[in-house]
T-cell receptor
Framework: GQQVMQIPQYQHVQEGEDFTTYCNSS?????IQWYKQRPGGHPVFLIQ?????EVKKQKRLTFQFGEAKKNSSLHITATQTTDVGTYFC??????????FGAGTRLFVKA | DTAVSQTPKYLVTQMGNDKSIKCEQN?????MYWYKQDSKKFLKIMFS???????INETVPNRFSPKSPDKAHLNLHINSLELGDSAVYFC???????????????FGPGTRLTVL
């Protein structure tokens, strides 16, 4: 069945360092969404990418959607302790089903 | 004015018991979901309802039975609870009723189920 692989599973960084998480789908996606889950919290929507090669920025966060619409990345510049949490990508091929990646847990040391 | 609410927030119970988790959304959304998140944080879709109609039913034991009395509510009943059912269960809703939708999902706060 369709899969969305996400790496790395964990990332420990020093505050101020950059962080990147990657998602790869086994099939072409119609769109991809990114969510953030703080420790003890619930997933919260960050952004959606729809177009091939799309790049979107939110302050220190940069999101990319690959040309083939099979991969995506989230890059955080100069991490802060408030960035701690699990970042999920979620792929759609159409329809109601969302395929979530396994998530990348980000730990930031002050 | 919580958008997606779940009750209870915590549920501790013995193996073999039957329990229910309730979910309500006041966003006017057409589609609702149940997800299970295990200890490794993996989010797995269980069920989805669109306007009270079951549209997604993943490979979930039939001890789990969802019920949607109206499009604002999606409850989850679990029979004969097992140790492996311990997890956080998230309800989510989405506006779209179209088959192809780019709508955002809004998650509830989660119900942490512990089976002893």
């Amino acid at each position: 069945g369709q899969q969305v692989m996400q790496i790395p599973q964990y990332q420990h960084v020093q505050e101020g360092e950059d962080f990147t998480t990657y998602c790869n789908s086994s099939t072409t996606l119609s769109n991809i969404q990114w969510y953030k889950q703080r420790p003890g919290g619930h997933p919260v929507f960050l952004i959606q990418l729809v177009k091939s090669g799309e790049v979107k920025k939110q302050k220190r966060l940069t999101f990319q959607f690959g040309e083939a619409k099979k991969n995506s990345s989230l890059h955080i510049t100069a991490t802060q302790t408030t960035d701690v949490g699990t970042y999920f990508c979620a792929g759609h091929t159409g329809g109601f089903k969302t395929i979530f990646g396994a998530g990348t847990r980000l730990f930031v040391k002050a | 004015d919580t958008a997606v609410s779940q009750t209870p927030k915590y549920l501790v119970t013995q193996m073999g018991n039957d329990k229910s988790i309730k979910c309500e959304q006041n966003l006017g959304h057409d589609t609702m979901y149940w997800y299970k998140q295990d200890s490794k944080k993996f989010l797995k879709i269980m069920f989805s309802y669109n306007n009270k109609e079951l549209i997604i039913n993943e490979t979930v034991p039939n001890r789990f039975s969802p019920k949607s009395p109206d499009k604002a509510h999606l409850n989850l009943h679990i029979n004969s609870l097992e140790l492996g059912d311990s997890a956080v269960y998230f309800c989510a809703s989405r506006p779209g009723s179209r088959l192809i939708s780019t709508d955002t999902q809004y998650f509830g706060p989660g119900t942490r189920l512990t089976v002893l």
